[in-house]
């Protein structure tokens, strides 16, 4: 079984701060990690993924996640937060393949707020 | 390349009606899923189709849900008779066999009333 807590519902951050959101996956087997972003009114779009390469996983828009197995975390960051970076963001966790796709488990979500 | 298209994006429904969301997926992807969010919760897998054959229906809440995929192309997911408890945003997504990260819809808000 598999699961991932993402801690905070809600982030607010200044424009130009660091951003960090958290999230901790529990998983019976090498999780595959992701986490998304949801913008207002359109569909969830992949940020970037941890497939068991390499534990530092850079992904789009300057956003970057770190994959540590001794703590069980995903974190996601990005060095300074943009106006247009406010959205909803989701990390989620599956184990391998079978028949070819992978079912991911979601975390419920932190919004993120990023202010003048 | 055209994305993972859903329709309708809105439907409000009386309990009890039967709805009809499909999903067409990017060509040439034989995986293809089905994903709800009930408001406030998490996003939940509904199930996993493997060209037209159904791989996981593991998610699926109860019979009043059925889903299909025609010839292995666009997929159908029916509910009937809608209950309030079905309300929630349902996402569709496809991707490529052994490709980790799928491409998803922008989703279809279904409100029952």
């Known amino acids: 079984a598999q699961s991932v807590t993402q801690l905070g519902s809600h982030v607010s951050v200044s424009e130009g701060a660091l951003v960090l959101l958290r999230c901790n996956y529990s998983?019976?087997?090498?999780?595959?990690l992701f986490w998304y972003v949801q913008y207002p009114n359109q569909g969830l779009q992949l940020l970037l993924k941890?497939?068991?390469?390499?534990?530092l996983v850079k992904g789009i828009n300057g956003f970057e996640a770190e994959f540590k197995k001794s703590e069980t975390s995903f974190h996601l960051t990005k060095p300074s937060a943009h106006m247009s970076d406010a959205a909803e963001y989701f990390c989620a966790v599956s184990g391998p393949f079978t028949g070819g796709g992978n079912k991911l488990t979601f975390g419920t979500g932190t919004q993120l707020k990023v202010e003048l | 390349e055209a994305g993972v298209t859903q329709f309708p994006s809105h439907s409000v429904i009386e309990k009890g009606q039967t709805v009809t969301l499909r999903c067409d997926p990017i060509?040439?992807?034989?995986?293809l899923y089905w994903y709800r969010r009930v408001m406030g919760k998490e996003i939940k897998f509904l199930l996993h189709f493997v060209k037209e054959s159904k791989q996981d229906e593991s998610g699926m809440p109860n019979n009043r849900f059925l889903a299909e995929r025609t010839g292995g192309t666009y997929s159908t997911l029916k509910v009937q008779p809608a209950e309030l408890e079905d309300s929630g945003v349902y996402f569709c997504?496809?991707?490529?066999?052994?490709?980790?990260?799928?491409?998803f819809g922008s989703g279809t808000r279904l409100t029952v009333v």
């Open positions: 060509s040439g992807h034989d995986n």
């Open positions: 998983s019976s087997v090498p999780p595959y």
């Open positions: 997504a496809s991707s490529l066999q052994g490709n980790y990260g799928y491409t």
């Open positions: 941890y497939t068991s390469a390499a534990t």
